[in-house]
């Protein structure tokens, strides 16, 4: 089986996101790209019932390679980050509740925290586009220049990162931020955070953070 490893640690993080809310039935999806391989989560597959055997692996231009069930309908999207972003070892999309809710509201998640260092700076939501489309895909991509994350409107949020630990702990921020905003902006206008700030703060959380020697942690 290809990408072995690549496809546990998709079904993993896809039961992660589900018991935290931040995806609902058969909604978002989850890729990991290896060399010029991709293994994504499939099409209309409940979480409690994916399997590693599940997942399928394409090439980076789409064709299937080990897939026994059609993929996201979101593949589209997944390869545009790839072939844009060539550092990116994962891709998170989700439909989590109050990163969905923001994205209805503004253009960009504005810097209530400085946590929205972890992305580059304050995250921008891409404009709305039908979902599977090239057209959303293209949306995307460029809300994500310069930044790890981004809304897509009326839709859900994308996380990209080096690996899939990076990229899903990215999506589990990324909501907390936008419910701080939420919940600031419910009682009145939020103190924002100056650029400067931003980058002091992300200096200091380059460095931040340590992982198991063990080898245990998702790829």
């Not at 394409?58 to 069930?69: C, I, K, N, S």
């Not at 109050?98 to 253009?107: F, G, I, R, W, Y």
């Not at 931020?177 to 380059?206: M, W």
């Amino acid at each position: 089986m290809l990408l072995t490893d690549a496809r546990e640690a998709i079904v993993t993080t896809c039961m992660e996101l589900s018991r935290a809310g931040l995806v609902v039935g058969t909604a978002g999806n989850v890729s990991v790209r290896r060399g010029d391989l991709v293994a994504v989560t499939p099409s209309g597959v409940r979480y409690a019932e994916l399997t590693r055997e599940l997942v399928g692996v394409h090439r980076l231009d789409g064709t299937a390679v080990e897939a026994p069930f059609a993929p996201t309908s979101e593949l589209p999207l997944h390869l545009a980050i790839y072939a844009a972003r060539p550092e990116a070892g994962a891709v998170v999309h989700t439909h989590s509740p109050a990163a969905t809710a923001v994205s209805t509201l503004v253009d960009e998640v504005p810097a209530v925290h400085y946590y929205a260092a972890l992305f580059g700076g304050p995250v921008l939501v891409a404009p709305y586009a039908a979902y599977g489309t090239d057209e959303l895909a293209r949306n995307t991509v460029r809300a994500l220049q310069d930044r790890t994350a981004c809304l897509m409107g009326n839709h859900g949020a994308v996380t990209v990162g080096q690996d899939l630990a990076t990229a899903h702990d990215k999506s589990v921020y990324l909501e907390w931020l936008c419910d701080v905003y939420l919940r600031a902006s419910s009682a009145g206008t939020p103190r924002l955070l100056s650029p400067a700030q931003l980058a002091a703060v992300a200096e200091k959380l380059a460095g931040y953070g340590q992982r198991p020697p063990d080898g245990g942690t998702r790829t």
